[in-house]
């Protein structure tokens, strides 16, 4: 979306789709950015894709999509949940490396890097056990206007999953893990945003990650919304939000 010299990737959660992320990219455009949301791998097809590549997989294609950026005269990055971890990856690891471009800031939504209840126990507990082929089911998505019986903004037909699979609880914890202990590398501005509500990823995770990464960083809480931000009741302030913060950066 949009056009311009100034770039913005978007990266979508596990088992999400692009369309996560949409709004963000919509304001954006709106505001004069280019805005790119590739679909990662595994995604938009059926679980069992997603069971067949791991955290190296997703980190390559967002470096690819990284360096077709590579003409903007500034770049940014904002991701959602495992496409928040993602940024700061690509930021540590990937961003001025091998004619990969730099990046100038991160949004990073409803960072993957604590989680909460049941997905805890995914990560914590089945991330712990020996591989098996099984795809487990998640439910809907943690939206807390769709929990209170409002209308979800974007139902499973947009490529999202209502089920993940066994071998991602220990992908997602490792990410998390090599996020944290790759954070103090990142110096760029970061905005750290997370819903109240959120029922997937603790919010302590966002204030943890603040505290690690290398650059000036902030935390804003959402107080109506749970993990899906950009889809939430306050979508439009999460968004407004970040496209202030990148004008500023």
Known sequence: MGGGDVACLLLHGLTGSPAEVRPVGEALAKAGFRA??????????????????????????????????????????????????????????????????????????????????????????????????????????????AAAGGDEPAK????????????????????????????????????LLHGSLDRTASPAGSRMLRDALGGPAKVVLFPRSGHVLPLDEEGPQVAQAIVEFFQEA
Not at 168 to 187: F, I, K
């Open 156 to 191: 499973p037909s947009d490529g999202s999953y209502q089920a993940i699979p066994w071998n991602w609880g220990r992908e997602l914890r490792l990410l998390g893990e090599e996020t944290m202990a790759d954070a103090r590398r990142v110096q760029v501005p970061a905005l």
């Open 36 to 145: 790119v949301g590739p679909l990662l791998p595994g995604h938009g097809t059926t679980p069992r894709d997603l069971m067949r590549v791991g955290r190296a997989d997703m980190l390559a294609a967002a470096a690819d999509a990284l360096r077709s950026l590579g003409g903007a005269r500034r770049i940014f990055a904002c991701g959602l949940s495992m496409g928040a971890l993602l940024s700061v990856e690509l930021c540590a690891r990937v961003a001025a490396r091998d004619g990969a471009p730099a990046i100038t800031a991160i949004a990073l939504l409803a960072s993957a890097v604590r989680m909460a209840r049941l997905s805890r126990v995914f990560t914590e507990v089945i991330g712990r056990l020996p591989t098996l082929p099984i795809i487990l089911g998640k439910g809907a998505r943690d939206i807390a206007v």
